[in-house]
């Protein structure tokens, strides 16, 4: 009988280079984690892994299984594998060579740089349903090899003026990894299809995405609209989520929200008043209350830490 692991969730980078026993990262928005490992014996198993971090994975060779949300397949090198924030990962490993690269980054990171903003505002392949790894040509590989040098060399010099530097070679790998997974996604995740299409909770996480991208700021966030529109009941649906990604509807709706305000507030210079309103909240009184009940700051306090 299979035991069932418990998934270790990381909230930061700092947690994760803790449970890889690495040393501390050089920034807390962002993290290249570079691996060429040898294992006296194969079969290493890692347990399921959850963070609420981005994270590019680049793999170049190896050999196991990885076990994504609700699938599983035999890992195939060279490939590449883009991890959205909160989206559990295993793998067993049946070589004693693994050779990859993990660049992980933080959605405070993104929020900081508008040309990345926009990017992931509209990259598919970071839903929860539609990520998944993808095989490539040892050729293909080359690009992404010669950009991830790069950002590791720049890393490794780290320092706040070269952080525009490590933001734009993100973007450009991002959009490498884009062209590759526009050219075999659909082809590979036929293969997958049915662990996600038919999911509640990725049907549930797809139909927040596409609302959210349809409406902006428009977007429906009472409860009993995504029950309803996933014809189940709204208790069941609630627990489900909780289940698979540690937040209820109300939670996923609420981290939509918090991004959202905290967009208007860096970005533009509309009153607490008009966002409030933009953001659909009856009284500016309500959506401070809400603002400081998960930030645990006023909307005016964070616009004034982040103008500094």
């Known amino acids: ?42 079969n290493l198993t890692v347990a ?80 929860l ?27 490794n010099n780290y ?13 450009i790998i991002l959009l490498k990894v884009k062209d590759l997974y526009d050219k075999y996604y659909f082809e590979q995740f036929v293969e997958a299809k049915n662990h996600s299409e038919e999911n509640m909770v990725l049907s549930f996480l797809n139909l927040l995405n596409k ?6 700021f428009g977007y429906e966030k009472s409860v009993s609209f995504y029950a309803d529109s996933l014809n189940v009941n709204a208790n069941y649906l609630s627990r489900k989520l909780k289940q698979e990604t540690g937040k209820t509807i109300k939670e996923h709706i609420h981290n939509l929200m918090i991004h959202d305000a905290k967009s208007l507030l860096k970005q533009t210079n509309l009153s ?13 009184a309500h959506f401070v209350n809400f603002f400081k009940k998960n930030v645990e700051t006023t909307p005016n306090q964070f616009r004034k830490t982040i103008s500094q």
Not at 131 to 147: A, M, V
Not at 211 to 216: A, P, R
Request: proline content about 7%.
């Open 1 to 42: 009988m299979n035991t069932v692991q418990e998934v270790v969730y990381f909230k930061n980078i700092y947690e994760v280079c803790s449970y890889l026993n690495v040393s501390p990262p050089k920034c807390a928005d962002i993290w290249l984690d570079k691996i060429k490992q040898v294992w006296v014996s194969p």
């Open 211 to 216: 609302e959210k991208k349809m409406k902006d």
């Open 48 to 127: 399921p892994l959850k963070s609420d971090l981005y994270a590019i994975n680049l793999f170049i060779n190896g050999n196991g299984t990885v076990k994504v949300a609700h699938w599983e397949r035999e890992m195939e090198f060279p490939s590449v594998y883009l991890a959205p924030p909160r989206q559990a990962v295993s793998c067993d490993l049946k070589e004693t060579i693994l050779e990859k690269y993990s660049l992980f980054f933080t959605e405070n990171f993104v929020e900081e740089f508008p040309f990345l903003s926009q990017l992931i505002k509209n990259y598919p392949y970071f839903q």
């Open 272 to 284: 607490i008043k008009e966002i409030s309103y933009r953001l659909d909240f009856n009284e500016p």
């Open 129 to 155: 349903d539609k990520s998944i790894p993808i095989k490539i040509l040892p050729e293909e590989i080359e690009d992404l090899f010669t950009l991830f040098e790069f950002f590791n060399k720049e890393y």
């Open 159 to 171: 320092s706040p003026k070269n952080r525009e530097i490590l933001a734009a070679c993100l973007h």
